[in-house]
Nanobody
Framework: QDPLVESGGGSVQPGGSLRLSCEGTGIILDYYAVGWFRQAPGKEREGVACINNIDNGGRIMYSDSVKGRFTISKNKAHNTVALQMDDLKAEDTAVYYC????????????????WGQGTQVTVSS
């Protein structure tokens, strides 16, 4: 069983919204920093948003490309981390992955210890 399971992907027109959810099925997300990453065809995986656990200050980081449009949040009671995506653009099209790991100073894929299988987000008119 994968330790993280993503849901909420789909197809949307430019300017639309989607909400992704990451559920911890094998780990307790409140113990970890959790991040959302994406990988478009032919491109490297990149960090989108990361949220640290409370023990490390609860710091939130966003990539410049999504700042002001995406919001990451953690729900301790449901063991989930959500990514609210608004004002979506064609360049947001990618497979989105959830990961848990020591994302303390940088939201970088290399620091991911646990990963989900990913969910496809397509933004097209």
């Amino acid at each position: 069983q994968d330790p993280l399971v993503e849901s909420g992907g789909g197809s949307v027109q430019p300017g639309g919204s989607l909400r992704l959810s990451c559920e911890g099925t094998g780990i307790i997300l409140d113990y970890y920093a959790v991040g959302w990453f994406r990988q478009a065809p032919g491109k490297e995986r990149e960090g989108v948003a990361c949220i640290n656990n409370i023990d490390n200050g609860g710091r939130i980081m966003y990539s410049d490309s999504v700042k002001g449009r995406f919001t990451i949040s953690k729900n301790k009671a449901h063991n989930t981390v959500a990514l609210q995506m608004d004002d979506l653009k064609a360049e947001d099209t990618a497979v989105y992955y959830c990961a848990a790991g020591p994302f303390y100073g940088e939201c970088a894929p290399a620091a991911g210890d646990y990963w989900g299988q990913g969910t496809q987000v397509t933004v097209s008119s």
